[in-house]
């Protein structure tokens, strides 16, 4: 039987990043490199209140906490496992289960949402967007990053899904991404793009999108 994507994403281990980082080349390299360029657009936006959407074991959650000193922080993924390894890691940061279609938190409740390759995984992405905007502060900002489904990226993915640590991903892509289609949906539901760029030889697609108010988005 086929598995659906929810249970092919609770199928990856917890500390999946924390190992792979630590034993092999090709992650260091690859989260390193998407890190810096994440890092460089979150150190600029003061924040008091983060929420990372598809936070699997907090790895990133916390490196973007070093970048906004005193934020309060939270994380929400679909995986229990990853969860439960997240709190036990990083026990001052609020973590808990739940879907990125439907978040669990209150309207205009934070300063920063980010969301690093996490759209290309879902169903819906504009439910997603929906949801992010509806727990946003007005004019606060959104962190996206997604694949820009380049050649080099295709290239890779199709050995990366085959062969190594990276097989547990395979079936998990359910979305294609280039910069228009992302820029605009966001545009759609009520962003303003502040940044758009591509980093890691054009593979990642990267934008900072602020949360119009309500007027301005229905005009």
């Known amino acids: 039987m086929e598995k659906n994507i929810d249970d092919l994403h609770k199928e990856v281990p917890g500390n999946y990043y ?23 657009v979150v150190a600029t936006i003061p924040s008091k209140k983060m929420l990372d959407i598809g936070c699997h074991g907090g790895k990133f959650t916390f490196e973007m906490s070093i970048l906004i000193p005193g934020a309060k922080i939270y994380g929400i993924d679909i995986s229990s496992q ?40 879902v169903e819906t992405p504009t439910l997603v967007i929906k949801e992010v905007r509806r727990v946003l502060k007005n004019g606060e900002h959104f962190v996206v990053l ?11 993915w199709f050995f990366w899904i085959r062969f190594g640590p990276g097989r547990i991903w395979h079936h998990t892509h359910l979305q294609k991404f280039n910069g228009r289609r992302l820029e605009n949906m966001l545009k759609k539901e009520g962003f303003q793009i502040i940044k758009k760029k591509t980093c890691l030889l054009d593979m990642l697609l990267l934008i900072d999108a ?7 988005k229905n005009r």
């Open 210 to 216: 602020k949360k119009l108010g309500a007027t301005r």
């Open 82 to 121: 990853a969860i439960s390894y997240a709190k036990k890691t990083y026990p001052k940061f609020s973590f808990r289960t739940g879907r990125a279609e439907k978040l669990p938190y209150s309207p205009n409740n934070f300063d920063l949402v980010t969301c690093l390759e996490v759209l290309e995984h």
């Open 146 to 156: 997604v694949p820009s489904e380049n050649w080099l990226f295709k290239l890779i």
């Open 18 to 40: 924390h190992f792979g980082i630590k034993h092999n080349i090709f992650q260091k390299f690859w989260h390193e490199k998407r890190f810096q360029e994440v890092g460089k």
